[in-house]
């Protein structure tokens, strides 16, 4: 008895409409995510074409015509009216500048750096490192983190880094904490540090940034999502408190304590002795033998109290200070000489003050400093 087979006829149709499929599932596997290829477009249109583009532009060396001339430098037209700053800066793809003037280098610092939550292509990097065997050293060493970071994945890497080396002779020998924080080295060395950030910002600052964050090299330990934290309050110039973590040689227990002094309210009694004072002398806080009874931010935290509470200053430190581009883009700079008896990010908060710029502080949000 014969078999009936029973033959199939496939209909065209069936056979387009598979093929559909199985491409549609190829793109889906194999193609890159709406965020990647979003940061990737964002990477490309940040690329500089020219040696004279911005220095927050990474470069990229174009290739030659086929007459073996390259392209001639472009006229660029930057519209610093459409440039936002917010109160949401991720979901407006705003630029950060993130400086640091660095004398060591502390691998606790660049891991925290790259544990920032802010998108990193969107972020650049500047460092300025002083002349000398330890500014050797930590060059050497920053520099091997960058190759490992720049080389390593696509999420990490930043849009662009740009170290500077200072053209002038540091004023103390030691960085030792002990020796740079006495007061008669205070002001040459605030001057010192002022020309400092002063060189690093006018050199780095690009027309595309939006904000800049001045962290300190031995600030170790921040929240991952610092930018947007401070950004969120949308000020001008904000700054958090700095604390050190030590161990208390009593309980044998890890502890918190002040560390910045910098960021202050201004007092009658200040001001009083900046008015006896001559021209060039300098008021420094936080010394036993300058009594300003200042409100310090640094004594006015409170344990567990709110993140987002927000007091008016008149003086900030350096430690981790987020400033509008357009602060800095206004005037507002570091004064390497006496400003009403102000140096460096004191001074720059003075500054600021008489461009109408007024200064936060946030007294109950943390930043953490190296412990020597």
Known sequence: MAIVRSMRRWNPLTLILGAVVCFGLFLFIFSPSKAASAAARLRQKAVASNPLSPPTSPFRKPSAKSNGQRTPPPVVHY?????????????????VLILTPLARFYQEYWDNLLKLSYPHELISLGFIIPKNKEGNAA?????????????????????????????????????????????QAQ???????SRARNSLLFTTLGPATAWVLWLDADIVETPASLVQDLASHDKS?????????????????MASRPYDFNSWQDSETAQALGRKMGRDEVIFEGYSEMPTYRTLMAMV????????????????GGTALLVKAEVHRDGAMFPPFPFYHLLETEGFAKMARRLNYQAWGLPNYLVYHYNE
Request: hydrophobic share 30%.
């Open 139 to 183: 060059t050497i060493a920053l520099q091997a983190q960058i190759t490992k970071t720049q080389s390593g994945a696509e999420k990490q890497r930043f849009a662009s880094i740009t170290i500077l080396r200072q053209d002038f002779d540091p004023p103390l020998v030691s960085q030792n904490e002990a020796e740079r924080h006495k007061l």
């Open 301 to 316: 935290a409170e344990k567990d109290g709110d993140k987002r509470r927000e007091i008016p200053l008149d003086g900030v």
């Open 79 to 95: 519209h610093l009216n459409n440039l936002a700053t917010s109160s949401t800066p991720i979901e407006n793809q705003e630029t």
């Open 237 to 253: 110039i904000i700054v958090p408190n700095c604390f050190q973590r030590y161990r208390d040689a009593k309980t044998g227990l």
């Open 187 to 193: 002001k040459e060395r605030r001057a010192a540090m």
